[in-house]
């Protein structure tokens, strides 16, 4: 009787240790990662599918006002990149101090000014979407409330009233979920 040749059965040569060793070592970073919330690409907490949502969403909205008083959103997408962070920006205007609030609508009127748009002040609006609530088929419209006016290197916080529903500047949301 011949002795049988024992053979990996996916082929013909078999998986080298450092193959092995590197598949456990990122099967155990991927388990880390999800188990402690760590977002590092590739290796995910799964925090954006994981969290729940509730039906009501806030968000912030940044526009600048011209001289006859139209207000329109920032074109965060249009300005240099070092814009782009304004998600983040925007959820955490109210902890900045007045002077660096004032550093970021300066900022931003400037980037606008640069393409050629007259921009008077900047304001920066609370939006709350309930994603329950409908008018028919459509979505409610999202309630808008004015937070901080910026002119002339000066933020004003705007007192606090009734939300008004957001008219046809609201637009989608420039500031993201969370606010």
Request: charged share 20%.
């Amino acid at each position: 009787m011949s002795a049988i040749r024992s053979r990996p059965a996916t082929g013909d040569h078999p998986v080298s240790p450092w193959t092995r060793r590197f598949v456990w070592v990122f099967l155990a970073a991927f388990l880390i990662a999800g188990v402690f919330g760590i977002e590092a690409w590739p290796l995910t907490g799964w925090r954006l599918f994981a969290d729940a949502r509730t039906a009501r969403q806030a968000s912030f909205e940044a526009f600048t006002v011209d001289a006859a008083g139209r207000e329109r959103p920032i074109p965060f997408a249009g300005l240099p990149v070092r814009f782009r962070g304004n998600v983040q920006v925007l959820k955490g205007y109210q902890d900045l101090s007045r002077s660096r609030q004032a550093e970021v609508c300066s900022a931003w009127a400037d980037a606008v000014r640069a393409r050629g748009v007259d921009v008077r002040e900047v304001r920066i609006y609370r939006v709350e979407v309930d994603v329950s609530k409908r008018l028919g088929k459509r979505a409610a419209p999202p309630q808008r409330t004015l937070r901080w006016t910026c002119e002339d290197g000066t933020v004003t916080a705007a007192p606090a009233g009734p939300a008004a529903p957001a008219g046809p500047a609201g637009g989608p949301s420039q500031g993201g979920p969370g606010g």
